[in-house]
């Protein structure tokens, strides 16, 4: 083992101690010390990070941005060990990817897709569907997150979510709408009566008693939505865009109200599982709606 990789061990070893899982980076490190050992270097350049990086040429920036980024950490670790590492910098490449424009579902988009949804055959197929789309409309839940879901996740007597080590390992309790949850009874029902023999404990299966995958279930979403005509526009609607909508709708009303949304932004925030308030404030800048009432409060305001 040379010293570099003896180094990159205990490195990994450390910080996964900490409880970082480092699991990309660990495969990027790796590659990255064979392709040092390929230049015949012993030490960590900025010249040879970058270059590096930058073999994948044909990825979106922000690949190699994170190639570059596995670098860094690695040399500031290994610098406190040997100083004549050189820590690469930030910004040779954007480390942040564009948001696609999200569709704007109408009320009746909404309805009319659960209307289609349940249509769909064989008939267990239909109202998972159903079940599944409703749920992330009224609770904005991610799709992953919703088709992970065991029987013993949803509690409908206290009409409560648990999401268990969802995205960046955070677990949050989500509260249901009492008609949302009369509609996950009312299919746990419908699945129980089909399902004779389940081969899994999750909420949502297929007519095999197996688990709903996420391709399955967009497969379900494009079928409904193209037959609804929503995708002849020159903006796609995605299941993802169910989530957006229940931020949208959250952030309207409680403008149109007069309340202080800034104040329930940390709420909000943890209830949809986001690192932090800044992920939710993205959506004031992608609604022209909700920069229009924003501008409107600042107006109002700064003529007090």
Same mark, same amino acid.
């Given at each position: 083992?040379?010293?570099?990789?003896?180094?990159?061990? &205990?490195?990994?070893?450390?910080?996964?101690?900490?409880?970082? !899982?480092?699991?990309?980076?660990?495969?990027?490190?790796?590659?990255?010390?064979?392709?040092?050992?390929?230049?015949?270097?012993? !030490?960590?350049?900025? &010249?040879?990070? $970058?270059?590096?990086?930058?073999?994948? !040429?044909?990825?979106?920036?922000?690949?190699?941005?994170?190639?570059?980024?596995?670098?860094?950490?690695?040399?500031?670790?290994?610098?406190?060990?040997?100083?004549? +590492?050189?820590?690469?910098?930030?910004?040779?490449?954007?480390?942040?990817?564009?948001?696609?424009?999200?569709?704007?579902?109408?009320?009746?988009?909404?309805?009319?897709?659960?209307?289609?949804?349940?249509?769909?055959?064989?008939?267990?197929?239909?109202?998972?569907?159903?079940?599944?789309?409703?749920?992330?409309?009224? +609770?904005?839940?991610?799709?992953?997150?919703?088709?992970?879901? &065991?029987?013993?996740?949803?509690?409908?007597?206290?009409?409560?979510?648990?999401?268990? &080590?969802? !995205?960046?390992?955070?677990?949050?309790?989500?509260?249901?709408?009492?008609?949302?949850?009369?509609?996950?009874?009312?299919?746990?029902?419908?699945?129980?009566?089909?399902?004779?023999?389940?081969?899994?404990?999750?909420?949502?299966?297929?007519?095999?008693?197996?688990?709903?995958?996420?391709?399955?279930?967009?497969?379900?979403? $494009?079928?409904?939505?193209?037959?609804?005509?929503?995708?002849?526009?020159?903006?796609?609607?995605?299941?993802?865009?169910?989530?957006?909508?229940?931020?949208?709708?959250?952030?309207?009303?409680?403008?149109?109200?007069?309340?202080?949304?800034?104040?329930?932004?940390?709420?909000?925030?943890?209830?949809?599982?986001?690192?932090?308030?800044?992920?939710?404030?993205?959506?004031?800048?992608?609604?022209?709606?909700?920069?229009?009432?924003?501008?409107?409060?600042?107006?109002?305001?700064?003529?007090?």
């Amino acid at each position: 083992m040379s010293e570099l990789s003896a180094h990159l061990e &205990e490195y990994l070893r450390l910080r996964r101690a900490l409880g970082f !899982k480092l699991e990309y980076p660990g495969h990027a490190l790796s590659q990255f010390l064979a392709y040092l050992e390929a230049k015949g270097a012993t !030490k960590i350049t900025t &010249e040879l990070a $970058i270059a590096w990086a930058g073999l994948a !040429k044909d990825a979106l920036p922000v690949y190699r941005a994170h190639r570059l980024g596995a670098v860094r950490g690695f040399a500031r670790y290994l610098v406190a060990i040997d100083p004549e +590492t050189e820590v690469p910098p930030t910004g040779v490449w954007s480390a942040t990817t564009p948001r696609r424009t999200p569709f704007a579902f109408s009320e009746g988009d909404l309805a009319n897709l659960l209307t289609r949804a349940r249509a769909l055959l064989p008939s267990l197929r239909g109202e998972t569907c159903e079940a599944l789309f409703g749920l992330l409309i009224s +609770t904005g839940m991610r799709v992953g997150e919703a088709l992970a879901l &065991e029987c013993d996740d949803v509690d409908l007597d206290e009409r409560l979510i648990t999401i268990r &080590e969802a !995205k960046f390992d955070r677990s949050r309790i989500v509260p249901l709408h009492e008609t949302t949850a009369e509609a996950l009874a009312n299919y746990a029902r419908a699945r129980d009566g089909h399902v004779a023999e389940r081969s899994s404990r999750r909420f949502f299966l297929t007519s095999g008693g197996r688990p709903l995958c996420y391709q399955a279930a967009l497969d379900a979403f $494009i079928e409904a939505t193209a037959a609804l005509g929503l995708r002849d526009g020159p903006v796609l609607p995605r299941i993802h865009d169910l989530r957006h909508h229940f931020v949208i709708s959250s952030l309207l009303e409680w403008h149109r109200s007069g309340s202080h949304p800034e104040n329930r932004m940390a709420v909000l925030s943890t209830y949809l599982g986001h690192v932090s308030p800044a992920g939710t404030y993205w959506y004031l800048s992608a609604t022209p709606e909700l920069m229009e009432l924003v501008a409107a409060r600042l107006v109002e305001g700064g003529a007090r």
